[in-house]
């Protein structure tokens, strides 16, 4: 299969595309290139293999999420510069 030079004109007129003759031969012969490699694609046998999202296997790079203990509210406020009734006291930034 390979696609003619009306056919470049008129994918190129729809892309909205000014191309002058010498554009529209070096397009045709990318196109036809294309077109090969992909009759060469479905060519290839591909009878027993599993289809696949991805071309390589993924693993999750990160751990397990599960829940753990968190630090004691003591422990916490130690390291604030300031706090007051269990909370940590920031300076304000929104005035009424």
């Known amino acids: 299969m390979s696609i003619s030079l ?4 008129h994918v190129a007129r729809l892309a909205r595309l000014e191309l002058d ?3 529209v ?19 290839i046998d ?6 696949q999202s991805h071309a390589v296997a993924l693993h999750s ?5 599960f829940p753990i203990e968190g630090l004691a509210r003591e ?3 130690r390291n ?12 304000t930034i929104i005035e009424d």
């Open 46 to 51: 591909v009878t027993g293999i599993e289809p």
């Open 25 to 43: 031969l070096a397009l045709q012969g990318e196109l036809n290139a294309l077109l090969g490699h992909f009759a060469d694609i479905q060519a």
């Open 80 to 91: 604030a510069p300031l706090s007051k009734a269990g909370l940590f006291v920031v300076p």
């Open 6 to 9: 009306d056919e470049v004109r």
């Open 61 to 65: 790079v990160w751990a397990d999420d």
């Open 75 to 77: 422990a916490v406020l």
């Open 21 to 23: 003759d010498s554009e």
